[in-house]
Protein backbone atom coordinates (compact mmCIF):
# COMPACT_ATOMS: atom_id res chain seq x y z
CA UNK A 1 0.00 0.00 0.00
CA UNK A 2 1.26 3.46 -1.24
CA UNK A 3 2.34 5.32 2.14
CA UNK A 4 -0.97 7.12 3.66
CA UNK A 5 1.71 9.87 5.45
CA UNK A 6 3.68 12.80 4.38
CA UNK A 7 6.16 13.91 6.64
CA UNK A 8 6.90 18.13 6.29
CA UNK A 9 10.23 19.46 8.19
CA UNK A 10 8.67 22.67 8.53
CA UNK A 11 9.07 24.29 12.02
CA UNK A 12 6.53 27.13 11.69
CA UNK A 13 3.12 27.69 12.28
CA UNK A 14 3.10 29.98 9.10
CA UNK A 15 4.34 27.85 5.42
CA UNK A 16 6.02 29.95 3.51
CA UNK A 17 4.66 28.94 0.40
CA UNK A 18 2.14 26.28 -0.54
CA UNK A 19 3.19 23.32 -1.71
CA UNK A 20 1.10 21.40 -4.45
CA UNK A 21 2.10 17.50 -3.66
CA UNK A 22 1.16 18.58 0.11
CA UNK A 23 -2.04 19.82 -1.26
CA UNK A 24 -3.07 17.09 -3.43
CA UNK A 25 -2.09 14.57 -0.83
CA UNK A 26 -4.08 16.12 1.81
CA UNK A 27 -6.86 16.11 -0.76
CA UNK A 28 -6.54 12.77 -1.72
CA UNK A 29 -6.94 11.04 2.04
CA UNK A 30 -3.22 11.19 3.24
CA UNK A 31 -2.14 12.26 6.69
CA UNK A 32 0.16 15.66 6.67
CA UNK A 33 2.50 15.28 9.92
CA UNK A 34 4.31 18.07 11.09
CA UNK A 35 7.23 16.41 13.74
CA UNK A 36 9.19 19.57 14.31
CA UNK A 37 6.08 21.72 15.17
CA UNK A 38 5.25 21.45 18.73
CA UNK A 39 2.43 23.77 20.17
CA UNK A 40 4.48 25.61 22.65
CA UNK A 41 2.22 25.70 26.28
CA UNK A 42 3.29 28.77 29.06
CA UNK A 43 4.89 27.60 32.27
CA UNK A 44 1.27 28.48 33.84
CA UNK A 45 -0.46 25.92 31.09
CA UNK A 46 1.30 22.79 32.69
CA UNK A 47 -0.54 23.02 35.63
CA UNK A 48 -4.00 22.66 32.97
CA UNK A 49 -2.23 19.22 32.06
CA UNK A 50 -4.70 16.89 34.33
CA UNK A 51 -7.68 14.37 33.30
CA UNK A 52 -9.57 15.33 36.35
CA UNK A 53 -9.62 18.82 34.44
CA UNK A 54 -12.65 17.49 31.96
CA UNK A 55 -16.31 17.30 33.62
CA UNK A 56 -16.40 13.47 33.64
CA UNK A 57 -20.01 14.34 31.88
CA UNK A 58 -18.72 15.15 28.62
CA UNK A 59 -16.03 13.66 26.40
CA UNK A 60 -13.88 16.43 25.57
CA UNK A 61 -13.50 20.44 26.77
CA UNK A 62 -14.66 22.62 23.80
CA UNK A 63 -13.86 25.93 22.54
CA UNK A 64 -16.41 27.46 20.55
CA UNK A 65 -15.90 30.00 17.49
CA UNK A 66 -17.62 32.51 20.25
CA UNK A 67 -14.96 31.61 22.69
CA UNK A 68 -17.55 29.84 24.95
CA UNK A 69 -15.82 26.85 27.10
CA UNK A 70 -17.47 24.01 27.97
CA UNK A 71 -17.00 20.98 29.70
CA UNK A 72 -13.88 22.12 31.97
CA UNK A 73 -14.10 21.96 35.75
CA UNK A 74 -12.10 24.41 38.10
CA UNK A 75 -12.63 27.65 39.29
CA UNK A 76 -12.65 31.27 36.89
CA UNK A 77 -9.02 31.26 36.77
CA UNK A 78 -8.70 27.52 35.75
CA UNK A 79 -11.56 28.29 32.97
CA UNK A 80 -9.50 31.65 31.90
CA UNK A 81 -6.49 29.89 31.26
CA UNK A 82 -8.39 26.28 29.24
CA UNK A 83 -9.88 29.16 27.54
CA UNK A 84 -6.79 31.06 26.29
CA UNK A 85 -4.43 28.16 25.92
CA UNK A 86 -7.30 26.60 23.31
CA UNK A 87 -7.52 29.81 21.91
CA UNK A 88 -4.05 30.14 21.12
CA UNK A 89 -4.00 27.33 19.62
CA UNK A 90 -6.81 27.94 17.75
CA UNK A 91 -5.08 30.77 15.99
CA UNK A 92 -1.70 28.88 15.35
CA UNK A 93 -4.28 25.91 13.59
CA UNK A 94 -6.17 28.48 11.44
CA UNK A 95 -2.19 29.94 10.76
CA UNK A 96 -1.47 26.56 9.39
CA UNK A 97 -4.17 25.99 7.38
CA UNK A 98 -4.46 29.04 5.41
CA UNK A 99 -0.39 29.60 4.76
CA UNK A 100 -0.90 25.78 3.46
CA UNK A 101 -4.54 25.66 1.50
CA UNK A 102 -4.47 29.24 0.79
CA UNK A 103 -7.35 28.55 -1.83
CA UNK A 104 -9.74 27.69 1.61
CA UNK A 105 -9.82 31.35 2.71
CA UNK A 106 -13.14 32.57 2.74
CA UNK A 107 -14.46 29.07 2.51
CA UNK A 108 -13.81 27.75 5.74
CA UNK A 109 -16.51 26.97 8.68
CA UNK A 110 -15.27 27.61 11.96
CA UNK A 111 -16.28 24.32 14.33
CA UNK A 112 -15.35 24.04 18.03
CA UNK A 113 -11.48 23.19 19.14
CA UNK A 114 -11.21 20.73 21.60
CA UNK A 115 -8.38 19.82 24.24
CA UNK A 116 -8.66 16.02 25.48
CA UNK A 117 -7.10 15.19 27.83
CA UNK A 118 -7.77 11.42 28.61
CA UNK A 119 -5.70 8.30 27.84
CA UNK A 120 -7.39 6.88 25.27
CA UNK A 121 -6.71 3.57 26.22
CA UNK A 122 -9.30 3.62 29.37
CA UNK A 123 -12.49 4.86 27.43
CA UNK A 124 -15.15 2.59 27.80
CA UNK A 125 -17.67 2.95 24.54
CA UNK A 126 -20.35 0.82 22.51
CA UNK A 127 -18.46 -0.58 19.27
CA UNK A 128 -19.98 2.39 16.79
CA UNK A 129 -18.46 4.99 19.27
CA UNK A 130 -14.63 2.98 19.57
CA UNK A 131 -12.72 5.93 17.59
CA UNK A 132 -9.64 2.42 18.47
CA UNK A 133 -11.47 0.70 15.50
CA UNK A 134 -10.50 1.91 11.31
CA UNK A 135 -13.06 4.46 10.67
CA UNK A 136 -14.11 7.36 8.11
CA UNK A 137 -15.83 10.28 10.22
CA UNK A 138 -19.54 10.27 10.04
CA UNK A 139 -22.13 11.39 12.08
CA UNK A 140 -25.25 10.18 12.74
CA UNK A 141 -27.19 13.28 13.96
CA UNK A 142 -25.34 15.75 12.16
CA UNK A 143 -26.09 15.56 7.96
CA UNK A 144 -23.53 17.50 5.82
CA UNK A 145 -23.98 16.72 2.47
CA UNK A 146 -20.77 16.56 1.41
CA UNK A 147 -19.14 19.26 3.25
CA UNK A 148 -15.36 18.39 4.39
CA UNK A 149 -13.85 17.54 7.79
CA UNK A 150 -10.68 19.08 8.11
CA UNK A 151 -8.66 18.75 11.19
CA UNK A 152 -5.67 19.99 12.57
CA UNK A 153 -4.13 17.79 15.73
CA UNK A 154 -1.02 18.79 18.29
CA UNK A 155 0.02 16.08 20.88
CA UNK A 156 1.19 18.08 23.84
CA UNK A 157 1.80 15.02 26.20
CA UNK A 158 4.46 16.60 28.61
CA UNK A 159 5.96 13.28 29.38
CA UNK A 160 6.66 12.20 25.72
CA UNK A 161 3.99 9.51 25.21
CA UNK A 162 3.21 9.64 20.69
CA UNK A 163 -0.18 9.53 20.03
CA UNK A 164 -0.65 6.10 18.21
CA UNK A 165 -2.92 5.89 15.37
CA UNK A 166 -3.68 3.05 12.77
CA UNK A 167 -4.21 4.95 9.41
CA UNK A 168 -6.01 2.82 6.72
CA UNK A 169 -6.68 2.16 2.94
CA UNK A 170 -7.28 5.38 0.80
CA UNK A 171 -10.94 5.92 0.70
CA UNK A 172 -11.92 4.69 -2.78
CA UNK A 173 -10.61 1.56 -1.57
CA UNK A 174 -12.55 1.45 1.50
CA UNK A 175 -15.95 2.75 -0.49
CA UNK A 176 -15.57 -0.19 -3.06
CA UNK A 177 -15.60 -2.51 -0.39
CA UNK A 178 -18.09 -1.30 1.70
CA UNK A 179 -20.99 0.44 -0.83
CA UNK A 180 -21.93 -2.93 -1.92
CA UNK A 181 -23.01 -4.38 1.43
CA UNK A 182 -24.62 -0.66 2.25
CA UNK A 183 -28.65 -0.74 3.03
CA UNK A 184 -30.56 1.14 0.26
CA UNK A 185 -31.29 4.64 1.01
CA UNK A 186 -34.70 4.96 1.69
CA UNK A 187 -36.32 8.63 1.35
CA UNK A 188 -39.66 8.41 4.44
CA UNK A 189 -36.87 7.20 6.06
CA UNK A 190 -34.78 10.25 6.48
CA UNK A 191 -37.69 12.19 6.55
CA UNK A 192 -38.90 10.63 9.85
CA UNK A 193 -35.63 10.78 11.56
CA UNK A 194 -35.95 14.61 10.56
CA UNK A 195 -39.34 14.53 11.85
CA UNK A 196 -38.71 13.18 15.36
CA UNK A 197 -35.54 15.14 16.14
CA UNK A 198 -32.76 11.90 15.44
CA UNK A 199 -31.26 14.32 12.94
CA UNK A 200 -30.79 18.22 12.79
CA UNK A 201 -31.70 18.18 9.00
CA UNK A 202 -32.89 15.56 6.65
CA UNK A 203 -30.01 12.98 5.97
CA UNK A 204 -29.14 12.56 2.42
CA UNK A 205 -28.13 9.55 0.61
CA UNK A 206 -24.22 10.85 1.12
CA UNK A 207 -24.76 11.17 4.45
CA UNK A 208 -26.59 7.62 4.81
CA UNK A 209 -23.19 6.17 3.13
CA UNK A 210 -20.82 7.56 4.94
CA UNK A 211 -22.44 6.46 8.23
CA UNK A 212 -22.82 2.98 6.46
CA UNK A 213 -18.74 2.84 5.62
CA UNK A 214 -18.10 4.36 9.14
CA UNK A 215 -20.74 1.57 10.48
CA UNK A 216 -19.13 -1.05 8.66
CA UNK A 217 -15.86 -0.69 8.86
CA UNK A 218 -15.64 -0.64 12.46
CA UNK A 219 -18.24 -3.08 12.49
CA UNK A 220 -15.88 -5.67 10.94
CA UNK A 221 -13.33 -7.15 12.60
CA UNK A 222 -12.07 -9.11 9.78
CA UNK A 223 -11.66 -5.87 8.12
CA UNK A 224 -10.06 -4.27 11.33
CA UNK A 225 -7.52 -6.71 11.51
CA UNK A 226 -6.90 -7.60 7.66
CA UNK A 227 -7.15 -4.23 5.72
CA UNK A 228 -3.95 -2.33 4.66
CA UNK A 229 -2.47 -0.19 7.54
CA UNK A 230 0.39 1.16 9.45
CA UNK A 231 1.07 2.06 13.17
CA UNK A 232 1.80 6.11 13.15
CA UNK A 233 2.88 7.17 16.92
CA UNK A 234 2.77 11.10 16.66
CA UNK A 235 5.26 12.50 18.60
CA UNK A 236 4.93 14.23 21.97
CA UNK A 237 5.56 18.09 20.12
CA UNK A 238 3.85 17.33 17.13
CA UNK A 239 0.95 18.03 14.72
CA UNK A 240 -0.70 16.12 11.71
CA UNK A 241 -3.81 17.34 9.54
CA UNK A 242 -6.01 15.59 8.04
CA UNK A 243 -9.18 15.52 6.05
CA UNK A 244 -11.15 12.68 8.80
CA UNK A 245 -13.67 11.93 6.76
CA UNK A 246 -11.39 10.88 4.59
CA UNK A 247 -8.19 9.51 5.62
CA UNK A 248 -8.84 5.59 7.37
CA UNK A 249 -7.91 6.43 10.81
CA UNK A 250 -8.08 4.69 14.57
CA UNK A 251 -6.84 6.02 17.63
CA UNK A 252 -5.03 3.17 19.89
CA UNK A 253 -3.27 5.35 22.41
CA UNK A 254 -2.35 8.98 24.02
CA UNK A 255 -3.11 11.54 26.16
CA UNK A 256 -3.39 15.38 26.24
CA UNK A 257 -4.24 16.79 22.73
CA UNK A 258 -5.67 19.74 21.11
CA UNK A 259 -7.47 19.55 17.48
CA UNK A 260 -9.30 22.23 15.64
CA UNK A 261 -12.31 21.39 12.81
CA UNK A 262 -12.89 23.54 10.00
CA UNK A 263 -15.27 22.56 7.73
CA UNK A 264 -14.93 23.17 3.84
CA UNK A 265 -17.39 22.47 1.07
CA UNK A 266 -16.44 19.92 -1.66
CA UNK A 267 -16.71 22.34 -4.39
CA UNK A 268 -14.14 24.96 -3.10
CA UNK A 269 -11.23 22.20 -2.80
CA UNK A 270 -8.38 22.33 -5.42
CA UNK A 271 -9.69 19.00 -6.89
CA UNK A 272 -13.17 18.77 -5.70
CA UNK A 273 -13.18 15.37 -7.69
CA UNK A 274 -11.34 14.36 -4.82
CA UNK A 275 -13.61 14.46 -2.34
CA UNK A 276 -15.36 11.38 -1.03
CA UNK A 277 -18.95 13.49 -2.30
CA UNK A 278 -17.32 12.84 -5.98
CA UNK A 279 -16.03 9.57 -4.90
CA UNK A 280 -19.38 7.82 -3.90
CA UNK A 281 -20.63 9.71 -6.90
CA UNK A 282 -18.74 8.23 -9.30
CA UNK A 283 -18.85 5.15 -7.72
CA UNK A 284 -23.34 4.75 -7.34
CA UNK A 285 -23.79 6.64 -10.25
CA UNK A 286 -25.88 9.12 -8.90
CA UNK A 287 -26.57 12.45 -7.17
CA UNK A 288 -26.22 11.89 -3.63
CA UNK A 289 -27.10 15.52 -2.64
Excluded at 32 to 55: A, G, N, V
Excluded at 80 to 93: C, D, K, N, W, Y
Excluded at 247 to 256: E, L, R
Amino acid sequence: MESQIIEIGVTDWQVTEPNPAWIAGLEGGKVLYFPQLPFELLPEEKTLLKPEIRDPKVRNISLDAAGHLKGAVGDTATQLALALMIGRFREQAQSLVYSLLPKYKGALRLAPTSYRPTQVETRAQSWRADDRRLHVDAFPSRPNYGERILRVFSNINPDGVPRVWRVGEPFETVARKFVPRAKPYVAWQAKALKALHVTKSLRSEYDHLMLQLHDGMKGDMAYQESAGQVTMPFAAGSVWVCFSDQASHAVMSGQYMLEQTLHLPAEKQYDPTASPLAILSKLTGRQLV
